[in-house]
């Protein structure tokens, strides 16, 4: 069965110090990879996707994530954070097959501090 | 349009009422999803179509949910006799075909809110 875990409910981090948002995952086969921030009363937007390839991904609004096969982790990351990052962010993985359905890890709330 | 688009944005619903949910994808974009996200927690699939036809529609927690779209493009999320756990936000996503190699980028619309009294 494919799963996936985001261990924080919750980071916290001071504006201009560097980012880590956690991601693992369970999947049968190749995983493709996603991560999307939900801001309040918002959709989902999409910020990177692993598919193949170099195992770092650059994304939207200097974010990058880190494709590591032996540990099974697709971390966020971003080098400066910005009060404006504060969100809702969801890693969210999908399996070769099945249609293309993600399935999304429970959340983790960033919270960047001035 | 420019994104994917869906209405209402809240819906108050009496227990046993039925209720019926919008969505317009983009323009072109042959996949569309519909998700369930509960309260605190990640987006759960309900179903998708490719097109008109219903490919999958396993994650339909029973069958007073129905999905339709029948030219291939907006759809319907219908929940017939609301119940209390019924209560969630449902986001709509469409993509358009990458097949299995390049799988396509969800875009996901700003949801509805639905409340079940």
């Known amino acids: 069965a494919q799963s996936v875990a985001q261990p924080e409910d919750q980071v916290n981090v001071a504006e201009g110090n560097p980012l880590t948002v956690k991601c693992t995952y369970s999947?049968?086969?190749?995983?493709?990879l996603f991560w999307y921030v939900q801001y309040p009363n918002r959709g989902l937007q999409f910020l990177l996707k692993?598919?193949?390839?170099?195992?770092l991904v650059k994304g939207s609004y200097g974010f990058e994530a880190e494709f590591n096969k032996s540990q099974t982790s697709f971390h966020l990351k971003k080098p400066s954070a910005l009060v404006s990052d504060s969100a809702l962010y969801f890693c969210?993985?999908?399996?070769?097959?099945?249609?293309?359905?993600?399935?999304f890890g429970a959340g983790t709330r960033l919270a960047v501090h001035p | 349009g420019a994104g994917v688009s869906q209405s209402p944005r809240y819906k108050v619903a009496k227990r046993g009422q039925d209720v019926a949910l919008r969505c317009d994808p983009i323009?072109?974009?042959?996949?569309l999803f519909w998700y369930q996200q509960a309260l605190g927690q990640g987006p759960e699939f309900l179903t998708y179509?490719?097109?008109?036809?219903?490919?999958?529609k396993s994650g339909l927690p029973s069958d007073r949910f129905f999905a339709e779209r029948p030219e291939g493009s907006v759809s319907t999320l219908k929940i017939q006799r609301t119940q209390q756990e019924d209560s969630a936000v449902y986001l709509c996503?469409?993509?358009?075909?990458?097949?299995?190699?390049?799988?396509?980028?969800?875009?996901f619309g700003p949801g509805t809110r639905l409340t079940v009294l």
């Open positions: 999947v049968s086969g190749n995983p493709y």
């Open positions: 969210a993985v999908r399996r070769l097959g099945g249609y293309n359905k993600l399935i």
């Open positions: 996503a469409s993509s358009s075909p990458g097949g299995e190699i390049t799988p396509d980028t969800q875009y």
């Open positions: 692993y598919i193949t390839g170099d195992n």
């Open positions: 179509f490719q097109n008109e036809a219903q490919l999958d």
């Open positions: 323009s072109g974009h042959v996949s």
